[in-house]
């Protein structure tokens, strides 16, 4: 399976692992939401919703646009304090980070 497919299927987990753990949400932060500058946009957005309407979309555009995604990227460490005790969605953002951390 192509690295492509593979980060959709795991966005696709991502997903679903928010839903079964009531951590999607139906609504999008408000417009001001988005202009942070800080990194995972923590003084403007709780940790699921930087996931939801930040990572995930903006993953999903460049596997549209056939753009290059990332190779250094690490982003379980965060959710591991930031959504202490949701080893599901650990599990499956470290599936993420394995992935697209390659070494040069």
């Known amino acids: 399976m192509s690295t492509e497919n593979q980060v959709r299927e795991i966005l696709q987990d991502i997903e679903q692992v928010m839903r079964q753990l009531s951590l999607w949400q139906p609504m999008p932060p408000e417009p001001e939401a988005f202009e942070s500058k800080e990194p ?50 650990h599990n499956v953002l470290q599936r993420l980070d394995d992935l697209l951390n390659i070494e040069d």
């Open 40 to 89: 995972f946009a923590v003084d403007t957005m709780s940790a699921e919703q930087w996931l939801q309407w930040v990572l995930i979309p903006r993953m999903y555009a460049l596997l549209a646009a056939e753009a290059p995604l990332p190779t250094r990227f690490a982003i379980t460490p965060y959710y591991e304090m930031a959504l202490a005790g949701q080893e599901r969605l």
